[in-house]
């Protein structure tokens, strides 16, 4: 395609951006579209005529505690119908991994349905994935509601600091999501998603009233797609038992109002035992977190926890795709060269691959390194547990 060219997303490019989006996704009017700051993307034509679309939310994001990084997370990606499956994709990934590089240290994308087209797109474009969730159901919940107080919006808003306490609190050594501040979650609420996919939004509070000690934020969606369901966005506790009390109080709500409750979970999330417990069926996986690393010598820099560790080193890696040199520390005086298939390479990046263990299981070699070498490239970049919270999705 020789006429193909794509542009860097900016906001008078919008209306081109939302014709392609419109017609595939539930629509979003220009106006509503452009309350959100944070969009980047890129926008493909061919000739003068629009063609395909990434829309791409900037955010920071937690890759460890206390780790944060500049990242783009991929939205609503489209081709107009009678143009998929002739490489415009592809080209919008590589002109957007080109344009971005020197301001982002990741693409990302929340995406389901491992076996289907869109998955295997981002795959074949080097996405990794780098966290699995799985839904969890409580077709018929029930509890007490005398100690959970119920609110919507307003009472967010209005408690935003007691909820970036427990928050913190309850996160505090977890990545995987967005840094919190105080009044994230009210601003989150009023991103455009949410007109997309309207829902009446819930704070549940425990207990009813005084001192915070847990929280959560659900939704039970409306209009189009409107359906009988808590689905829950964010919860936090400062004790198990307080989790626990404060989902007694949901279950009798969502019993209240004939909704089963609904939630993604995964293996760090703090709360995944208590679900079960509390009569939550688990399914099988159906959501995943993925990663496309950019600037690799940047971020391994940035990711790393303890360089002092690593001062004599010279750090390379291999892949079946590329040579690359990762770190060259001050004092360095020996080579060593991680060789690894580039998702154990980008999971690594992200502190999401316990380096010893992958070394003693055989998932990745370390050319020229000793056990102490190994110990050290592992105690650097610890692995870091990650947990989703839906209120973040995009």
């Known amino acids: 395609m020789d006429d193909l060219h794509i542009e860097l997303y900016r906001p008078e490019l919008a209306e081109d951006a939302l014709a392609i989006r419109n017609a595939i996704f539930p629509p979003i009017g220009l106006e509503e579209w452009l309350k959100?700051?944070?969009?980047?993307?890129?926008?493909?034509?061919?000739?003068?005529?629009?063609?395909?679309?990434?829309?791409?939310?900037?955010?920071?994001?937690?890759?460890?505690?206390?780790?944060?990084?500049?990242?783009?997370?991929?939205?609503?990606?489209?081709?107009?119908?009678?143009?998929?499956?002739?490489?415009?994709?592809t080209a919008m990934i590589r002109a957007a991994r080109e344009y971005l590089s020197d301001e982002v240290d990741a693409l990302m994308v929340y995406r389901g349905a491992e076996r289907s087209p869109g998955?295997?797109?981002?795959?074949r474009t080097g996405h990794q994935d780098m966290l699995y969730l799985r839904p969890a159901h409580w077709a018929q919940p029930c509890g007490s509601s005398g100690h959970v107080g119920v609110g919507g919006p307003e009472e967010i808003d209005a408690e935003a600091e007691a909820i970036?306490?427990?928050?913190d609190a309850t996160y505090h050594a977890h990545g995987g999501f967005p840094p919190r501040s105080v009044g994230y979650q009210g601003r989150q609420?009023?991103?455009?998603?949410?007109?997309?996919?309207?829902?009446?939004?819930?704070?549940?509070?425990?207990?009813?009233?005084?001192d915070l000690h847990a929280y959560c934020i659900a939704g039970i969606r409306t209009g189009a797609r409107a359906e009988a369901v808590v689905m829950l966005q964010e919860l936090a506790a400062a004790s198990a038992e307080a989790a626990r009390m404060l989902l007694d109080g949901i279950g009798a709500y969502a019993s209240g109002r004939g909704c089963a409750v609904s939630c993604q979970t995964g293996h760090d999330d703090p709360f995944h035992h208590l679900l079960l417990s509390m009569g939550f069926d688990e399914g099988p996986r159906s959501l995943m977190l993925l990663a496309q690393p950019l600037d690799l010598q940047r971020l391994f820099l940035r990711t790393c926890e303890h360089p002092e560790l690593l001062e004599d080193l010279r750090i390379s890696v291999w892949t079946p795709a590329l040579d690359a040199v990762l770190y060259?520390?001050?004092?360095?005086?020996v080579d060593v060269c991680i060789e690894a298939k580039s998702g154990q390479l980008a999971r690594m990046l992200c502190r999401r691959l316990d380096v010893h263990w992958a070394t003693e299981q055989g998932i990745i070699s370390i050319r020229n390194a000793t056990g102490d070498i190994v110990h050290r490239l592992s105690a650097a970049r610890p692995l870091s547990h990650w947990t989703y919270h839906a209120l973040d999705y995009i």
């Open 36 to 89: 959100t700051t944070t969009m980047s993307g890129v926008v493909a034509y061919l000739g003068d005529e629009v063609v395909g679309c990434i829309p791409m939310d900037r955010r920071a994001f937690l890759l460890a505690p206390g780790v944060s990084v500049p990242v783009v997370f991929e939205n609503a990606v489209g081709t107009r119908e009678d143009l998929r499956s002739q490489g415009i994709g």
């Open 119 to 123: 998955y295997r797109f981002y795959a």
């Open 164 to 167: 970036h306490r427990v928050f």
């Open 189 to 210: 609420l009023r991103h455009h998603i949410y007109a997309v996919l309207p829902q009446e939004t819930l704070y549940f509070r425990y207990p009813e009233s005084g």
């Open 328 to 333: 060259e520390g001050p004092c360095a005086k």
